[in-house]
């Protein structure tokens, strides 16, 4: 258990470019999440993929932002047309949930070190 | 967010004092996770909580949430420079495991 993986660290874009991140969560983890953070601010939450299915996006994420877990392992979030509003820091996370039978177990969420977007 | 507010802001305290920070709800939690950030890095997990009244410790800190469940508090006793960093809590209010998280607590502990 190498923990939750994400790439690049850091990006720098000119506005008006594309951009895509990477994260590899845990690998026995069938949730990941996207967050964004601004300095000052708690995370707040974009999208959520169950295996390889996007469950909830938030309104805050524009037609701008896409996100792609294709085979449920790793996950890709794009966005298209930056604006200097996108500068963030993305965090992934990932958990395990097992919501068969009687009960439920959602795990703690377990969070990448984050990709610091800057666009100028 | 505005459902979960955390209290102070921030806090500075002399190392060896004991502090307490806080987190509340507008409505009913259905679980509440305390992390910690260093500046620029990602989320430690430090502690969950599920039941109305339970109380959780791990080294030098506690963390407790009202039988209501729309109150936690973290408490660090004795705190050292080592606990330094941005606390953060994080509520699940539909039990499908999504967080919403506070602004966050900023700590400094001066040596």
């Known amino acids: 258990d190498t923990g939750v993986s994400q790439n690049p660290r850091h990006k720098i874009t000119k506005r008006g470019q594309n951009v895509t991140f990477r994260c590899d969560p845990i690998?026995?983890?069938?949730?990941l999440y996207w967050y964004r953070q601004t300095l000052g601010q708690g995370p707040e939450f974009l999208t959520y993929f169950q295996n390889e299915a996007q469950l909830e996006k938030s309104r805050l994420l524009s037609d701008r932002f896409s996100a792609e877990r294709p085979k449920g392992s790793f996950s890709t979030l794009e966005i298209q047309r930056t604006e200097q509003g996108d500068s963030a820091m993305y965090l992934c996370?990932?958990?395990?949930?097992?919501?068969?039978?009687?009960?439920?177990?959602?795990?703690?969420?377990?969070f990448g070190n984050g990709t610091r977007l800057t666009v100028t | 967010s505005q459902e979960l507010e955390q209290s102070p802001q921030s806090l500075i305290v002399q190392e060896g004092k004991n502090l307490t920070i806080n987190c509340t709800s507008s409505?009913?939690?259905?679980?509440l996770y305390w992390y910690k950030q260093k500046y620029g890095e990602g989320l430690i997990f430090l502690m969950m909580?599920?039941?109305?009244?339970e109380e959780k410790s791990h080294e030098k800190i506690t963390a407790k949430l009202d039988e209501k469940k729309q109150q936690s508090s973290l408490h660090i006793t004795a705190s050292q420079p080592s606990h330094a960093g941005i606390y953060l809590c994080?509520?699940?209010?539909?039990?499908?495991?999504?967080?919403?998280f506070g602004q966050g607590t900023i700590l400094t502990v001066h040596p």
């Open positions: 409505k009913t939690l259905y679980g």
């Open positions: 690998s026995e983890h069938n949730r």
């Open positions: 909580l599920q039941k109305g009244g």
């Open positions: 994080g509520a699940d209010f539909d039990s499908y495991g999504k967080l919403t």
């Open positions: 996370a990932s958990s395990k949930t097992d919501r068969g039978g009687v009960s439920s177990y959602n795990s703690p969420l377990h």
